[in-house]
């Protein structure tokens, strides 16, 4: 048999797991879901949901495909026969989902990119950019492009380039804190991040952190599952979870604090949605020396960030086409690429000519969202902790995250959450969910 192919260092493991992990899901949409649900409120829930939930959901998957060698789907068959394999199926339909808006905002950033190099500034009204019927739809076109490509041609040098352009995301990032905070009226900004209210304490405010945990961490899309497989049995488990999850943490919250002292600072709405970061920090640019330059750096950075992200998205998808239907590799990453791209067309319309079409109340790009994040996702990390939990057995997996020598100190406390208080809270969340998606829907009649 082939020897399945193992991370040449820990170092180039981690940073692919935290290259997929940190993406558009912590520049762009963690700061526009703190924004629509009330700041610190959001923030709190987002840190415990994490540490009980996207954690030890972290941990599960990762020690499942170490302990199968497989991929998702084939890693649960092998497990649980055809009912367990639902499980991975249901992550494949996630990314496939995912990718086709998040090509949407990718396209957005190169057009972000253009402008800058070419008029040293940025569109200059956002909203009605994107409610523009072509341009937007031809960058998005664009990023699916590239995304394409680089799959098709592999992911050779990524893990190079990500040694520099990660830490330079980091570095840009704290660039931009510094001119946030000193903007004058900064302190609003901050005191709706970290001062405790009850401000905006809703379901769906709650219903929101669930999803976008799992969407950060990359959670219940057999991501991490196949990385796993890769990896070394004298690799640490929950301790690379727990790092990895504490940098994209991070870089959200960094992200968050560079943009909300600027947006109270220029008066902005912090709830506008997924525009937010977009006209946000051009104000911010504006007001550094050299801006149009750090603009132009920061966007490229965030281009690097999302574009690791949507190759592995892709990869999700494409890699379950190879294993299960014996395509090809370039066969499965252009067909599969071009369906994807043609379904993010109906999201960037949704900003423009689609933005009065209602489905359940919701237009086009907020529902896949909605069906991303709060159905699929949670569902996945659902039926996975009682797949581990209760029928396979959590013992064989300390088992196998306990070989070479590795101690799991928590093991107790891992072994609760993923029987009892993660399945229990994702259940309540998600009924929680329902209950308002089904007022949203009345509130449309
Ligand atoms: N976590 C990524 C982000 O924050 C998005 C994402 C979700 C993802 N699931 C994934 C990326 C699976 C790669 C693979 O942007």
Known sequence: MEKRSQWASSLGFLLATAGAAIGLGNLWKFPYLMGRNGGFTFLIIYLIFVVVLGIPVMITEMAVGRSTQ???????????????????????????????????????????I???????????????????????????????????????????????????????????????????????GAEKGLAFIFQPSGEGL??????????QVFYSLSLAMGITLTYGSYLHKKE???????????MDTMAAVMAGVAIFPAVFSFGLEPTQGPVLIFDTLPQVFANIPAGSAFAILFFVLMLFAAVTSSIALLECVSSFAMDNFHWSRRKAT??????????????????????????????????????????LLPLGG???????????????LVEEIESEGVKFRLK?????????????LIAVVMIGGFVSIYQVVIGAR
């Open 70 to 112: 497989k991929s998702a789907v084939a890693a649960y068959h092998k497990l649980g026969g055809k009912k367990a394999a639902v499980i991975g199926v249901l992550g494949v339909l996630a990314a496939f989902l995912i990718l086709s808006y998040y090509s949407v905002i990718g396209g957005w950033i190169i057009k972000y």
């Open 114 to 184: 253009v402008s800058y190099a070419t008029t040293l500034s940025a569109p200059a009204d956002f909203a009605a950019y994107t409610a523009q019927t072509w341009e937007p739809i031809l960058w998005h076109l664009v990023f699916m492009a590239m995304t394409i490509v680089i799959c098709y041609v592999g992911t050779k040098g990524i893990e190079k380039v990500s040694k520099v352009m990660m830490p330079g995301l980091f570095i840009l990032l704290l660039v931009l804190i510094v001119r946030s905070v000193t903007l004058p």
């Open 202 to 211: 809703t379901f769906s405010a709650i219903n929101a952190a669930l999803g």
């Open 236 to 246: 640490n488990i929950p301790g690379n979870c727990a790092k990895i999850a504490g």
């Open 334 to 375: 252009v067909i599969l690429g071009v369906l994807i791209a043609l379904l993010g067309i109906p999201s960037s319309l949704s900003f423009g000519v689609l933005s009065d079409l209602s489905i359940l109340g919701y237009n086009f790009f907020d529902f896949i969202c909605m069906i991303t994040d709060n159905i």
């Open 382 to 396: 659902l039926l996975m902790c009682i797949f581990v939990g209760w029928v396979w057995g959590p013992k064989m």
């Open 412 to 424: 107790k406390a891992w072994i609760w959450c993923i029987r009892l208080v993660t399945p229990v």
